[in-house]
């Protein structure tokens, strides 16, 4: 893989726009050959000499001679501080350096001077030189303010932890520690240190040490007991050495010894668990219980807490981590692109000041790693380093063939059994039967419902495929937890095995039907779409650990979140559940129909009597139940963020409950012209109302003033035209609803048929809606270099208290 590709595929999605655009960079380098390739073709004038030969060579060299200059540069400030000194060279006739002079400033940062911009051809250079700057500026500006804000959070995290062990410390000990406890554990704990150090000591080179030394000082930022001390010291003093390990050793002494209890005086507990009971508590304005508990069933809530902040932080840092390896892997691999192309050598200078700034000298990160790992180990894996980093470090999650196979296998199945089943229904004429409508009627409705569950998951699939090949983090949108997101192949499989276990029960009750010997088990035969939905809810809510389980669990949380819509806090997977199930109307109803058709006891005579006021009373209820849940959940955004943009939304909501009754409505008054004008009126305005919101707000298309006429500033499909062509094709699938008021008739299709159809034509459209809802989540993710989300704390700090102290 060629390191272009490499380069893209391991950044942060979030963080692309500060990465360095190396792309555009090779595009500069590829104007350099353009130009040498027309000169070298273009033949040199008779006479003239070449600027690289002859008295040619002299007279151009003292160009690139040192400048003596108007104020003289000494040897030690030459070679100082990189932050405010010249790190490059002039290149002279007499020593092989480089054709650049790299000056760095705290106030405008790297600044390069090329020093053959004379040359012919040299005004190329000159552009790709401060592009270089330009990109090495924003990529060491962007990674010192997320150093520093990982930085804060340490602070944060650190007093965190002190409020943890003080709480422990309660938990475990109501009375406090006695004296004589403490004297034994900090005599056995100096000792142990002392032994370390001493150890350390004499296994650990001179430079090793001083180093050691200044990480050790330097990384009790996140600290047990909060006490932090750097020493200073130089590489060649071993007095100063000796110094600095006795400190360390005092330092981690103070360290250990048991959290002051005081510090539960200052702080309370933060419950952000959302309830029913909370949420009605809220409304009602009843001031939250915030007083400290100990109970070990509130240490085990802080732990799990605080141990989820911690490994948040640590992905925080692997990230900065990479992303300044990335970056410096980049300077370097272009800058040895330009060296091959033009023949110098400019790469040493330019990357000894890119080894030298903060980009790539410092190790605030990797310091701040080691603490967090060991910090992790000791309080929240038992000090079972395996297990600690193994939390902390997930491994990736590996393609594995046999699930491919799997997939192929089951989805080879389901053509095998669609061949099968239309060739049964055509040899034995099953549609001119006289069973035919009674069997559509009965029959088709209950199996219906398994067709719109794998249409769904197969959108669902090609959703997921798409959003990777085009580097959606779908993953951490919908907050899946890290390892436990399903991969496209994964999804076709429980959609193909689901399919396969339809068909074969459809196949199955044909052909006890047709075959005499197994007439008189037609009861058995009925049952079977119902033992298959069964079997199915079983699996989706089994607690064992088999069959995607976590991400069973996930699905049947958001379900019930959707269900209490106004009672929790609104999050993306929730509305963009009831989202998709407002494309699922006509499998709600099927639902609704098992319950009926088996109930009652029809099944037994295979008909149909689900036509009562009772039943026609649910058609309503279950058709808008998903439209409620949407209109709940922007009722409480609307509560809790102030922003009247939801409140909007809960208008295209409302006005679609509206067109859905008066559509069901026309469904039992056929042939009534007011009726029919009433629900065609309000379906027409709640459909122009929803393509206009899915348009401008969910997909972020139609400006006029974006640099992509009629779409928006950044696309992530590169090909325009799939923009227009998804908004044709919303609009028409819509617009699908038009054949239920004006009752579109095929003579060749029966009713049940349509509605099937037209239930289909909509999740299809919800799937297409759903890649480009997701694609303008993550370009707005992008545009907040937004890569991980807000992790609750447990405890809260009096401020006022804590600036006095």
């Given at each position: 893989?060629?390191?272009?590709?490499?380069?893209?595929s391991?950044?942060?999605?979030?963080?692309?726009?500060?990465?360095?655009?190396?792309?555009?960079l090779k595009?500069?380098?590829?104007?350099?050959?353009?130009?040498?390739?027309?000169t070298?073709?273009?033949?040199p004038?008779g006479?003239?000499k070449?600027?690289?030969?002859?008295?040619?060579?002299?007279?151009?060299?003292?160009?690139?001679?040192?400048?003596?200059g108007?104020?003289?540069?000494?040897?030690?400030?030459?070679?100082?501080n990189?932050?405010?000194?010249?790190?490059?060279?002039?290149?002279?006739?007499?020593?092989?350096?480089?054709?650049?002079?790299?000056?760095?400033?705290?106030?405008?940062?790297?600044?390069?001077?090329?020093?053959?911009?004379?040359?012919?051809?040299?005004?190329y250079?000159?552009?790709?030189f401060?592009?270089?700057?330009?990109?090495?500026?924003?990529?060491s500006?962007?990674y010192?303010e997320?150093?520093?804000?990982?930085?804060?959070?340490?602070?944060?995290?650190?007093?965190?932890?002190?409020?943890?062990?003080?709480?422990?410390v309660?938990?475990?000990?109501?009375?406090?520690?006695g004296?004589?406890?403490?004297?034994?554990?900090i005599?056995?704990?100096?000792?142990?240190?002392?032994?370390?150090?001493?150890t350390?000591?004499?296994?650990?080179?001179?430079?090793?040490?001083?180093?050691?030394?200044?990480?050790?000082a330097?990384?009790?930022?996140?600290?047990?007991?909060?006490?932090?001390?750097?020493?200073?010291?130089?590489?060649?003093?071993e007095?100063?050495?000796?110094?600095?390990?006795?400190?360390?050793?005092?330092?981690?002494?103070?360290?250990?010894?048991?959290?002051p209890?005081?510090?539960?005086?200052?702080v309370?507990?933060?419950?952000?668990?959302?309830?029913?009971?909370?949420t009605?508590?809220g409304v009602?304005?009843?001031?939250?219980?915030?007083?400290?508990?100990?109970?070990?069933?509130n240490?085990?809530?802080?732990?799990?807490?605080?141990r989820?902040?911690?490994?948040?932080?640590?992905?925080?840092?692997?990230?900065?981590?990479?992303?300044?390896?990335?970056?410096?892997?980049a300077?370097?691999k272009?800058?040895k692109?330009?060296?091959?192309i033009t023949s110098?050598?400019?790469?040493?200078?330019?990357?000894?000041?890119?080894?030298?700034?903060y980009?790539?000298?410092?190790?605030?990160?990797?310091?701040?790693?080691e603490?967090?790992?060991?910090?992790f180990?000791?309080?929240f894996?038992?000090?079972?380093?395996?297990?600690?980093?193994?939390?902390?470090?997930p491994?990736?999650?590996?393609?594995r063939?046999?699930?491919?196979?799997?997939?192929?296998?089951?989805?080879?199945?389901v053509f095998?059994?669609?061949?099968?089943?239309?060739?049964?229904i055509?040899?034995?004429?099953l549609?001119?039967?006289?069973?035919?409508?009674q069997y559509?009627?009965?029959?088709?409705?209950?199996?219906?419902?398994?067709?719109?569950i794998?249409?769904?998951?197969?959108?669902?699939?090609?959703?997921?495929?798409?959003?990777?090949?085009?580097?959606?983090?779908?993953?951490?949108?919908?907050?899946?937890?890290q390892?436990?997101?399903?991969?496209?192949?994964?999804?076709?499989l429980?959609?193909?095995?689901?399919?396969?276990f339809?068909?074969?029960?459809v196949?199955?009750n044909?052909?006890?039907e047709?075959?005499?010997?197994?007439?008189?088990?037609?009861?058995?035969?009925?049952?079977?779409?119902?033992?298959?939905?069964?079997?199915?809810?079983?699996?989706?809510?089994?607690?064992f650990n088999?069959?995607?389980?976590?991400?069973?669990?996930?699905?049947?949380?958001?379900?019930f979140?959707?269900?209490?819509?106004?009672?929790?806090?609104?999050?993306?997977?929730?509305?963009?559940?009831?989202?998709?199930?407002?494309?699922?109307?006509?499998?709600?109803?099927s639902?609704?129909?098992?319950?009926c058709?088996?109930?009652?006891?029809?099944?037994?005579?295979?008909?149909?009597?689900?036509?009562?006021?009772?039943?026609?009373?649910?058609?309503?209820?279950?058709?808008?139940?998903?439209?409620?849940?949407?209109?709940?959940?922007?009722?409480?955004?609307?509560?809790?963020?102030?922003?009247?943009?939801?409140?909007?939304?809960?208008?295209?909501?409302?006005?679609?409950?509206?067109?859905?009754c008066?559509?069901?409505?026309?469904?039992?008054?056929?042939?009534?012209?007011?009726?029919?004008?009433?629900?065609?009126?309000?379906?027409?305005?709640?459909?122009?109302?929803?393509?206009?919101?899915?348009f401008?707000?969910?997909?972020?298309?139609l400006?006029?003033?974006?640099?992509?006429?009629?779409?928006?500033?950044?696309l992530?499909?590169?090909?325009k035209?799939?923009?227009?062509?998804?908004?044709?094709?919303?609009v028409?699938?819509r617009f699908?609803?038009?054949?239920?008021?004006?009752?579109?008739?095929?003579?060749?299709?029966?009713?049940q048929t349509m509605?099937?159809?037209?239930?289909s034509?909509?999740?299809?459209?919800?799937?297409?809606?759903?890649?480009?809802?997701?694609?303008?989540?993550?370009l707005n993710?992008?545009?907040?270099?937004?890569?991980?989300k807000?992790?609750?704390?447990?405890?809260?700090?009096?401020?006022?208290?804590?600036?006095?102290?």
């Amino acid at each position: 893989m060629k390191f272009g590709k490499e380069f893209s595929s391991q950044m942060v999605p979030e963080w692309q726009q500060a990465y360095m655009d190396y792309g555009f960079l090779k595009t500069l380098l590829k104007e350099i050959i353009r130009f040498k390739l027309r000169t070298n073709n273009a033949a040199p004038r008779g006479g003239a000499k070449n600027h690289l030969g002859g008295e040619g060579l002299n007279r151009n060299m003292t160009l690139y001679r040192a400048f003596s200059g108007l104020v003289s540069i000494s040897r030690r400030q030459r070679h100082g501080n990189s932050h405010d000194v010249e790190e490059g060279v002039q290149l002279t006739t007499t020593t092989t350096t480089g054709p650049i002079l790299v000056n760095t400033t705290v106030d405008r940062g790297c600044e390069t001077t090329f020093l053959m911009a004379a040359e012919e051809g040299g005004e190329y250079e000159l552009v790709f030189f401060r592009r270089l700057d330009d990109e090495f500026n924003k990529v060491s500006k962007f990674y010192k303010e997320k150093v520093e804000e990982v930085l804060k959070e340490a602070v944060v995290l650190n007093k965190q932890m002190d409020a943890l062990i003080a709480f422990r410390v309660k938990v475990e000990n109501p009375e406090g520690w006695g004296w004589d406890e403490r004297t034994v554990e900090i005599s056995r704990l100096a000792s142990d240190i002392a032994t370390s150090a001493a150890t350390l000591s004499a296994s650990t080179p001179a430079g090793a040490k001083s180093m050691k030394v200044r990480s050790q000082a330097h990384m009790e930022a996140i600290h047990e007991g909060g006490s932090s001390r750097a020493g200073q010291l130089e590489d060649n003093d071993e007095e100063e050495q000796r110094e600095d390990i006795n400190e360390v050793k005092t330092t981690r002494m103070r360290a250990v010894r048991p959290a002051p209890l005081n510090i539960l005086d200052r702080v309370s507990i933060n419950d952000t668990k959302e309830t029913p009971r909370s949420t009605i508590k809220g409304v009602l304005q009843v001031p939250k219980q915030t007083d400290l508990k100990f109970s070990r069933e509130n240490l085990m809530r802080v732990e799990e807490k605080l141990r989820h902040a911690f490994i948040v932080f640590y992905q925080k840092l692997r990230l900065l981590k990479s992303y300044s390896f990335l970056n410096v892997l980049a300077f370097l691999k272009v800058l040895k692109k330009y060296d091959k192309i033009t023949s110098r050598d400019a790469t040493k200078h330019y990357m000894k000041m890119v080894d030298s700034s903060y980009l790539g000298s410092s190790d605030d990160v990797v310091r701040l790693m080691e603490r967090v790992e060991a910090t992790f180990i000791k309080h929240f894996a038992n000090a079972n380093r395996t297990k600690g980093m193994s939390i902390l470090r997930p491994k990736a999650k590996r393609e594995r063939h046999r699930i491919t196979f799997a997939t192929g296998f089951s989805a080879g199945c389901v053509f095998s059994l669609i061949v099968a089943l239309v060739a049964i229904i055509r040899t034995r004429n099953l549609l001119q039967g006289d069973g035919q409508k009674q069997y559509m009627n009965t029959m088709f409705p209950l199996y219906s419902l398994f067709g719109f569950i794998v249409l769904h998951i197969i959108m669902y699939a090609a959703n997921i495929y798409y959003w990777r090949r085009y580097k959606v983090n779908y993953s951490f949108i919908f907050g899946f937890k890290q390892g436990t997101e399903l991969g496209y192949r994964q999804v076709l499989l429980v959609g193909f095995t689901i399919g396969v276990f339809a068909l074969l029960c459809v196949l199955a009750n044909l052909d006890m039907e047709a075959d005499p010997k197994t007439k008189g088990y037609q009861t058995l035969t009925e049952l079977l779409p119902l033992f298959l939905l069964i079997a199915m809810f079983v699996v989706l809510v089994l607690p064992f650990n088999f069959f995607y389980r976590s991400s069973r669990y996930f699905f049947l949380a958001c379900v019930f979140r959707c269900l209490a819509a106004p009672l929790y806090k609104v999050t993306l997977p929730d509305f963009f559940l009831a989202d998709q199930f407002t494309s699922q109307v006509q499998a709600l109803r099927s639902i609704e129909f098992y319950v009926c058709y088996y109930g009652w006891g029809d099944f037994r005579h295979r008909k149909n009597t689900c036509n009562t006021s009772l039943y026609n009373s649910f058609l309503f209820i279950v058709a808008v139940l998903p439209y409620v849940s949407r209109l709940l959940q922007c009722l409480r955004r609307l509560f809790e963020e102030k922003n009247p943009e939801q409140g909007y939304n809960g208008i295209k909501y409302l006005l679609t409950i509206v067109a859905v009754c008066l559509r069901t409505a026309y469904s039992f008054h056929k042939g009534n012209i007011a009726w029919r004008m009433v629900a065609a009126i309000s379906s027409a305005a709640a459909a122009i109302f929803s393509t206009y919101w899915d348009f401008v707000h969910d997909w972020g298309l139609l400006n006029r003033t974006s640099k992509n006429r009629w779409l928006r500033d950044k696309l992530i499909i590169p090909q325009k035209k799939v923009y227009f062509i998804a908004m044709i094709l919303n609009v028409l699938l819509r617009f699908a609803w038009i054949q239920t008021v004006l009752d579109f008739n095929f003579s060749f299709m029966h009713r049940q048929t349509m509605v099937t159809t037209v239930a289909s034509l909509e999740i299809i459209r919800r799937g297409i809606w759903s890649f480009f809802r997701l694609e303008n989540e993550h370009l707005n993710n992008v545009g907040k270099y937004r890569a991980f989300k807000s992790v609750p704390l447990p405890f809260n700090y009096d401020e006022d208290e804590d600036k006095d102290d």
